[in-house]
């Protein structure tokens, strides 16, 4: 298998994974040069997020807009962040008798991931 068709492999297996979780998964882009290779997407949940994926082997600053960048080694970790921060019910929590007040103004109780609740 090439690199680009692994990557493309990639990209498919990360966006079956979204799609999973409830993200509505449009476009699919293959750009190659010479620092690598680099597929791009769009996603929107029904949140109201929106989400301008790039799923790549090299970093670049290239891109308008925020652009979420993903690998081959970053793409588990990043669903299951995606899937503790909107369905934290999923998850086993201990939470602390302490509240912050986030970037977006809102304030939340401090909690420590336990792990994933059995099924």
Not at 80 to 98: G, T
Request: proline share 1%; hydrophobic share 35%; with cysteine.
């Amino acid at each position: 298998m090439t690199h680009i068709e692994e990557m493309k492999q990639g990209a498919k297996r990360f966006i079956a994974g979204a799609e999973s979780l409830g993200l509505e998964i449009t476009g699919f882009s293959v750009s190659e040069n010479d620092y690598g290779v680099s597929i791009y997407f769009k996603g929107a949940d029904n949140l109201g997020n929106e989400f301008n994926f790039r799923f790549s082997d090299h970093d670049c600053q290239r891109g308008r807009d925020t652009i979420t960048k993903i690998s081959l080694g970053t793409q588990d970790s990043w669903l299951e962040k995606y899937e503790q921060v909107n369905y934290p019910d999923r998850f086993e929590w201990e939470y602390f008798d302490k509240f912050i007040v986030c970037t977006d103004g809102v304030t939340r109780q401090v909690k420590k991931f336990i792990g994933r609740k059995a099924a």
